[in-house]
T-cell receptor, first 114, second 113 residues
């Protein structure tokens, strides 16, 4: 059973460009979570999604950031008009149908904004 | 609100030394508590968890006991190895559903041979 997959692992963007980060949950998992880790800090919750629904986006910046988890395909975290402060590691996690299931994390995408 | 506080690192130990990484929490409900480990360049891996007071989570020689009276979940290992060098994160999930995690800032452990 493959784990949570994220791509790309490293992404470099110039200020003003768009960044798209992809996450494929573990097989059979229907809940996806996105976290951001700034250098020397812990992970901060951004958004929780189920298929075609955003359940909790309380950690998402109000502007430029959006997330989706379509019926088919991976979950996408999209950052428009990136700024240097967006440079961070972005981690995706997934969990199963039972909401008491533990979250399993992907290897992360390290975004660098030049 | 919910928050997790961990001891600052880095923690440097010699192989076979005893490890303690302190973690305390603040939560509005009855949280579940977790320790995750992050090896260089990788994502987080669940190390152990405890879902109610007085539970002890254990895995790979690590253990932590959920202490409600002191709101703590300290990580311990009796004899560390070089391969334990990593960053350790304490986390809580509030309530019975693990929908949102609150992480501490992480403690880097360096184990020297």
């Amino acid at each position: 059973n493959a784990g949570v997959m994220q791509n790309p692992r490293h992404l470099v963007r110039r200020r003003g460009q768009e960044a798209r980060l992809r996450c494929s949950p573990m097989k059979g998992h229907s809940h996806v979570y996105w976290y951001r880790q700034l250098p020397e800090e812990g992970l901060k919750f951004m958004v929780y999604l189920q298929k075609e629904n955003i359940i909790d986006e309380s950690g998402m910046p109000k502007e430029r950031f959006s997330a989706e988890f379509p019926k088919e395909g991976p979950s996408i975290l999209r950052i428009q008009q990136v700024v240097r402060g967006d440079s961070a590691a972005y981690f995706c996690a997934s969990s199963g149908q039972d909401l008491t299931d533990t979250q399993y994390f992907g290897p992360g995408t390290r975004l660098t904004v030049l | 609100g919910n928050s997790v506080t961990q001891m600052e690192g880095p923690v440097t130990l010699s192989e076979e030394a005893f490890l303690t990484i302190n973690c305390t929490y603040t939560a509005t409900g009855y949280p579940s508590l977790f320790w995750y480990v992050q090896y260089p360049g990788e994502g987080l891996q669940l190390l152990l968890k405890a879902t109610k007071a007085d539970d002890k989570g254990s895995n790979k020689g690590f253990e932590a006991t959920y202490r409600k009276e002191t709101t703590s979940f300290h990580l311990e290992k009796g004899s560390v190895q070089v391969s334990d060098s990593a960053v350790y994160f304490c986390a809580l999930s509030d309530g019975p559903n693990f929908n949102k995690f609150y992480f501490g800032s992480g403690t880097k452990l360096n184990v020297k041979p």
